[in-house]
């Protein structure tokens, strides 16, 4: 990475933890599966839409993704990924692709040190990918760019790169450049190795044939490809070198340059070149942010942060699994870690790494990895996990919800167990649950509206509940904090906006603007803050 960055034990070095970026619908999905099957992780890519159960997308476990073919929760997946001589270990999560569940986005792309981002190669750059490449800019991950559906009427390849530029603000270089679009799409030209990939439309699951060539000039180039389609891969080329920036490392893991390979997923088109991309030149784990010190991955000593919590992800056991990010050290199963929060040791007997939805016990882990650890509430997102130390990761946000609405129990007697549900997907950052200081009931809080039709659906699933969402005279959250006596000063005269969210924080409920404005006005000690650091 850096000259003066230390040198990894082999074992971290040779680790890649990334997440895949998209607007719904790119192929991010589809993506996921054929990484899966190059690294021999599942035997055939399960169509997202093929009939039966035994073909499901591996990496989308939730009822409601199966029923709609979408992403909802971020899933982690493990596995090994042989290039040449060298051997990767690639730890790939992927993010939910609708733009209603940008925060748990949010929240992963803070476990990874790269991104991949998808882009269909008809639409170019679209709403949520430029949202989503905004988040990794704050945080400056590499990104290695995917244009996908080259095998459908697709744009022109300059046109593309230009508004990948433009939108984006970040220089693209060809990795590789596609030779012809739509049905005469027959391959392309891996221009930072030199070789000729040709794509196979009969066998969907079959690694593309490879001709190693020297140069543009090679006449063996003729034998694969039409002559018109020849000359314009040569014209196009020699443009792209004029035009655009050769690859240059340092640049790319700055985060100003991306690498942008062309393909095919569905078709398993220029995945491979991809993951050669990611294991050639993404960045092994990297220094992680925590106070009061940065954390390196070259430490011996074991640390780690959660970043997701995830319950019933197996229905039939009430289980919650924290994904942890190890940020240091190798870990081993059995070791005692202190849960910072709570200053108490907690022996990690049972962690699990993750194939998707199929989970095996880890026995071992590295800086880089993720790993899940069954709890029963005890973690939560931006806890804190370390051999004594008393470390707090920072950076990892939860956002003030942009909708708010009323929830009850379809039947009055369980109101009990709706309040359990409820914190239960509090902690796992699900949606905010605030307690209004007058009354009883809840209000929920999410960032899109399709959460609450998740919400719904998973407390009727896992819990039996029916219920019910009304729509609230409150249209957002803000936290309050400040000098103590001041901050029960704005509680005591706005009962009726005041509520507790699920760690008892004060929070002060708007109907408009003007709430705000006047709380600023009349309390300017006090501050109405739109985020909240998930620590401690």
Known sequence: ??????????????????????????????????????????????????????????????????????????????????????????????????????????????????????????????????????????????????????????????????????????????????????????GCYDVLHDRLELMDRADRNKVAATVKISGLDDPKLAEHVPADLLAKLREDLEMARELLPPMDAAAFLEGSLTPIWFGSAINSFGVQELMTGIAEFGPPPQPQRAEPRQVSADEQKVTGFVFKVQANMDPKHRDRVAFVRLASGHFQRGMKMTHVRSKKPMAITNPVLFLAADRELAEEAWAGDIIGIPNHGQLRIGDALTE????????????????????????PMKAKHLEKALMQFAEEGAAKVFKPAIGSGFIVGVVGALQFEVLASRIELEYGLPVRFDNSQFQSARWISGPKDAVEDVIRKNTQHIAHDNDGDPVFLTRLQWDIDRIVRDHPEVTLSATKEMMV
């Open 388 to 411: 004594g130390e008393t470390l707090r990761f920072t950076g990892i946000p939860s956002f003030a919800p942009e909708l708010l609405q009323g929830v009850r129990a379809g039947d």
């Open 1 to 186: 990475m850096l000259d003066n960055a230390p040198i990894l034990p082999p074992e971290i070095g040779r680790r890649r933890t990334f997440a895949i970026i998209s607007h719904p619908d790119a192929g991010k999905t589809t993506l996921t599966e054929k990484f899966l099957l190059y690294g021999g992780a599942i035997q055939m890519a399960g169509q997202v839409r093929a009939k039966g159960e035994a073909r499901r997308t591996r990496s989308d476990f939730m009822k409601m993704e199966q029923d709609r073919g979408i992403s909802v929760s971020a899933s982690a997946m493990s596995f090994d990924f042989v290039r040449g001589t060298g051997n990767f270990r690639f730890n790939l999560v992927d993010t939910p692709g609708h733009s209603d569940f940008s925060e748990d986005t949010y929240r992963t792309l803070t476990a990874v040190d790269a991104a991949v981002m998808v882009i269909d190669g008809a639409k170019g750059v679209e709403s949520q990918t430029q949202k989503l490449f905004e988040v990794c800019r704050m945080r400056d991950l590499p990104i290695l760019t995917f244009c996908n559906k080259m095998d459908r009427e697709s744009r022109d390849t300059f046109e593309i790169i230009d508004e990948i530029q433009e939108n984006l603000a970040i220089d693209v270089t060809p990795a590789s450049w596609p030779i012809g679009v739509g049905r005469d799409f027959i």
